[in-house]
């Protein structure tokens, strides 16, 4: 199983986060991870073809960006993931 070293849960400890799993072959448990999944597959991975793997990899990081700073989501009533995080940039510190 993934996620069972101890880095990984001293990492968590040290976050303060709890790890919980998920029923296997259950997508409806995790739906907002399925979906970016998805939305990783239809919109960046898949979405053109790529002349190598290094250029794909190369493309992830604009992805990321316009996902979380331009791209609207309809459960956050159009704004970006961005918008829901004050002080973003650590200049009102």
Partial sequence: SAYRSTSWREALATAGIQHKRT???RPQTNGKVERFHRTLADEWAY???YQSETERRTALAGFLHTYNH???????GGHPPAS???NL???NT
Avoid at 70 to 76: D, F
């Fill in 23 to 25: 029923r296997p072959y």
């Fill in 47 to 49: 979405a053109r073809p």
């Fill in 70 to 76: 331009h791209r609207a989501h309809t459960a956050l």
């Fill in 84 to 86: 829901r995080i004050p």
């Fill in 89 to 91: 940039t650590g200049q």
